[in-house]
């Protein structure tokens, strides 16, 4: 007799396995998650260093080319000193030039101090570049690693989904489409195991659900251990199963 439970918990555990696969083929593995966020890490240092290089060569840039401008307009102001007719002339010009020669003094100091941020984040990002080094080659060696592990993941990946389909043409239409109603509504995991958790006396024993703890009738027991039948928890609506009973 057809019992579509056994079914389904096949198909539950390959969906599964091909969860976890398709998760070991395009995500990082365990045994590199930790170098790869080290790696990850002084990349991003790195990277701040080499933004804040550009950000001090741009600021020093802009002062330089100000200080070139505000030089251009104390020539023009020295060549007008012999066009001056008064004294009240003369002193309003001295009076411009000390002007431009303070902002000239405040952009050198600004581009040099842009300078020495300039080349302390070189520093700092030199040192970081050759301790990165060591850790690059870990990585690098660990990528290689990983790509060599990939064919074998593949091959599981494509033997799964082969399983999954022939286990689907096995399920009658309205099982899987109940059974896939399931899956959907609770991300993947459509099942939940029936535990005992009281025995009363000899003969009467209580079932609840191993998710939501809520009681499971005997009679719905019957209908799984006898029949194999899909039946649902009364609360949390998912598939009921018996672990010794299924497979
Ligand atoms: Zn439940």
């Known amino acids: 007799m057809e019992r579509p439970l056994d079914s389904v918990i096949d198909l539950q555990r390959a ?5 976890h696969a398709n998760e070991r083929l395009h995500g990082i593995p365990d045994w590199m998650q930790e170098l790869h966020e080290e790696h990850s890490a002084r990349k991003t ?9 550009d950000e001090a060569v741009a600021e020093r840039r802009t002062a330089e080319a100000e200080v070139q401008d505000s030089q251009e307009k ?3 102001y020295q060549e007008q000193i ?10 309003a010009l001295l009076q411009e030039m000390d002007t ?22 070189q520093t700092a990002l030199l040192e970081l570049q050759e301790s990165f080094k060591e850790i690059d080659g870990r ?50 995991a459509a099942l939940a195991e029936v535990r005992i958790i009281e025995r009363v006396g000899k003969a009467q024993q209580i079932w609840s659900c191993g998710i939501c703890n809520y009681r499971v009738r ?6 799984i251990t006898n029949n194999g039948s899909i ?4 609360s949390c609506k998912r598939i009921l199963y018996i672990e010794n009973v299924a497979g």
């Open 100 to 121: 431009i020669k303070d902002a000239i003094r405040a952009l050198e100091e600004r581009a040099l101090a842009a300078l020495e941020r300039q080349e302390e984040a």
């Open 45 to 53: 240092e790195m990277e701040v260093l080499e933004a804040s290089i």
């Open 231 to 234: 039946v649902f928890c009364d």
């Open 82 to 91: 012999s066009a001056v007719r008064n004294q009240r002339e003369y002193g």
């Open 74 to 76: 104390l020539k023009n």
């Open 15 to 19: 969906l599964t396995d091909l969860g």
């Open 139 to 188: 990585y690098q060696a660990e990528l290689v690693k990983w790509e060599a592990e990939k064919p074998s993941v593949a091959k599981q990946v494509e033997a799964l989904e082969a399983r999954i389909s022939v286990l689907r043409e096995r399920l009658p239409p309205a099982s899987l489409s109940l059974f896939e109603r399931t899956l959907e509504r609770f991300g993947g």
């Open 218 to 223: 005997p009679q719905s027991v019957v209908e």
